[in-house]
């Protein structure tokens, strides 16, 4: 990367990668395409940036069943080497170090940038649909399968008193 810019294009075959998340599962080739190049009078910050593409499934959070998701997702990241821990016990940074990265020699592996990409990608409620029903608090059944016939239980007398408070 000192001389030019280093390109790369990889793909992981169904289940070929590891998210660190055993709820995620890949359901198509993970691609991954684009270039690192270290920028020039920085001091050894790197630049990565490109596009990742796959098909996903995770578990829906309303209803337990599985939702699927479609990734297809520029990136551009900016990393500089982690220097040495200092005695100084807070250290104040600027707006643009608040989006940057930091690197240990030997230096970036893609797989930890391909990971961190992907699982930003993914929504922080996972649902199969929007009008997805999610399961029954009462008899666990999902809604979206069945008609379940439960109703409520009524409400504990005993908290009635605080069902007035307003706080």
């Not at 992981?12 to 395409?33: C, R």
């Not at 790197?46 to 997702?73: K, M, P, Q, Y």
């Not at 930890?112 to 649909?129: F, N």
Request: charge should be negative; proline fraction near 7%; aromatic fraction near 6%.
């Amino acid at each position: 990367m000192e001389v030019r810019k280093k390109p790369f294009a990889e793909t992981w075959e169904p289940n070929g990668f590891d998210f660190s998340d055993p709820s995620v599962v890949q359901k198509g080739p993970l691609v991954a395409e684009g270039v690192a190049e270290l920028l020039p009078n920085t001091g050894g910050e790197v630049r990565v940036h490109g596009r990742i593409r796959t098909e996903l499934e995770t578990e829906c959070d309303r209803c337990l069943g599985r939702a699927s998701f479609h990734i297809d997702a520029p990136f551009d990241l900016f990393y500089r080497p982690l220097e040495p821990a200092t005695h100084v016990e807070e250290v104040a940074i600027d707006e643009g170090e608040a989006e940057m990265g930091f690197y240990e020699l030997p230096g970036l592996q893609l797989e930890d940038i391909v990971r961190e990409q992907v699982l930003l990608q993914l929504p922080m409620q996972r649902v199969c649909s929007e009008a997805c029903k999610g399961i029954c608090p009462i008899c666990g059944a999902n809604r979206n399968e069945t008609n379940c016939s439960c109703r409520p239980h009524r409400d504990d007398d005993r908290w009635m008193a605080l069902k007035d408070l307003h706080i």
